[in-house]
């Protein structure tokens, strides 16, 4: 049952580039979706979230689309550092989630090369 | 930085034993998870908490798992017989609200042999 895709695996990008990280989803009563960063052997890190009412947010070098009509949202991540390199989780909740539970994708591994 | 704290960091163990796994997620946070992945998986939720009860649970969270908050502070999950398929990273994560941004831990690595 994979109602969070991330089709990439893998990304690497030059230092300076921009990073776009995918991802799809196939459960329409998402309607909040957030971006996770994961370092080895840490937890995953809250980076930038979205609700299902706008088609972007932007915060710093990171900016989340959300196309719903697609069932799609992107992460951009300009300019790319090395130390961006991570594997990065796409998440979706919905709101008859009573348990705030989060559906993960299976993650994208960044590399950033100098 | 407000964090969540995990312990252990690695526990190995039996088939057929039971571990607790502690957390001490943050102090004015009132939501409490934990998550697993399976190495070379996704990160899977298990169960949610919230005001001393089991606010949601997957069909992994079955009848060997149960969660514990203890005290004021601790948060634990408990494997009442371990098998070998339940190896896997641990996060446990809180939030002040739903729709937020979790934090979690740093994970708790289990190893069951």
């Known amino acids: 049952d994979q109602q969070v895709k991330q089709n990439s695996p893998s990304l690497s990008v030059q230092e300076g580039r921009i990073s776009i990280l995918n991802c799809d989803y196939t459960n329409s009563m998402f309607d909040y979706f957030l971006w996770y960063k994961k370092y080895p052997a840490e937890g995953p890190t809250f980076l930038i979230s979205i609700s299902s009412i706008k088609d972007k947010n932007e915060d710093g070098r990171f900016t989340v689309f959300l196309n719903k009509s697609a069932k799609h949202l992107s992460l951009h991540i300009v300019p790319s550092q090395p130390g961006d390199s991570a594997v990065y989780f796409c998440a979706a909740t919905s709101p008859g989630n009573a348990g705030n539970m989060l559906t993960f994708g299976g993650g994208t591994r960044l590399m950033v090369k100098p | 930085e407000p964090e969540v704290t995990q312990t252990p960091s690695h526990q190995v163990t039996q088939m057929g034993q039971e571990v607790i796994l502690r957390c001490v997620p943050i102090?004015?946070?009132?939501?409490f998870y934990w998550y697993r992945q399976i190495l070379g998986q996704k990160v899977e939720f298990l169960v949610s908490f919230y005001n001393n009860e089991i606010s949601e649970k997957s069909e992994i969270f079955d009848d060997q798992f149960s969660v514990e908050r203890p005290d004021g502070s601790n948060f634990t999950l408990k494997i009442r017989s371990t098998k070998l398929e339940d190896s896997a990273m641990y996060f446990c994560?809180?939030?002040?609200?739903?729709?937020?941004?979790?934090?979690f831990g740093s994970g708790t690595r289990l190893t069951v042999v």
């Open positions: 102090s004015n946070h009132l939501y």
């Open positions: 994560a809180s939030s002040e609200g739903p729709g937020g941004g979790y934090t």
